[in-house]
C-alpha cells in the first residue's frame, strides 16, 4: 500500500489537493473535532488535567485556545490526552482502507 501525506499550513490547498486523488483520506483535522464534540472521555480527562479552564461538555476550541494563552505547557497537556485517540483512529482507518 502506498501512503501519501499531505502537509502544509493553514489555507494552504491540502483539502482542495486530497480530493483530487479520489481515493480514502484521514483527516486529523475532523477527527479531533469528532472527538472534541463526541468523546466525553477526552472531556473529563482533560478537565481532570486543566480543570479551571474547561467548563462544559462538548469542548470548545476557544476554551482550548485560552487554555494554551493562559499556559503555554497546556499544549503539552491537552496534545498527550488528544493525539493517542487520533492515532488510534489512524490505524483503525489504515487497516480498513
Do not use: C
Not at 481532570?48 to 499556559?71: G, V
Not at 499544549?75 to 485517540?85: A, E, G, M, N
Amino acid at each position: 500500500m502506498i501512503r501519501i501525506a499531505l502537509v502544509g499550513s493553514i489555507g494552504s490547498g491540502k483539502t482542495y489537493i486530497s480530493k483530487l486523488f479520489n481515493y480514502p483520506i484521514f483527516n486529523a483535522d475532523q477527527v479531533v473535532s469528532k472527538i472534541y464534540s463526541s468523546d466525553k472521555d477526552i472531556y473529563f480527562q482533560l478537565k481532570k488535567k486543566i480543570p479551571n479552564l474547561l467548563f462544559k461538555f462538548p469542548i470548545k476550541k476557544e476554551d482550548l485556545i485560552n487554555a494554551i494563552i493562559k499556559n503555554e505547557k497546556n499544549i503539552k497537556i491537552i496534545s498527550s490526552i488528544v493525539h493517542p485517540k487520533v492515532r488510534k483512529k489512524l490505524k483503525i482507518f489504515l487497516k480498513k482502507n
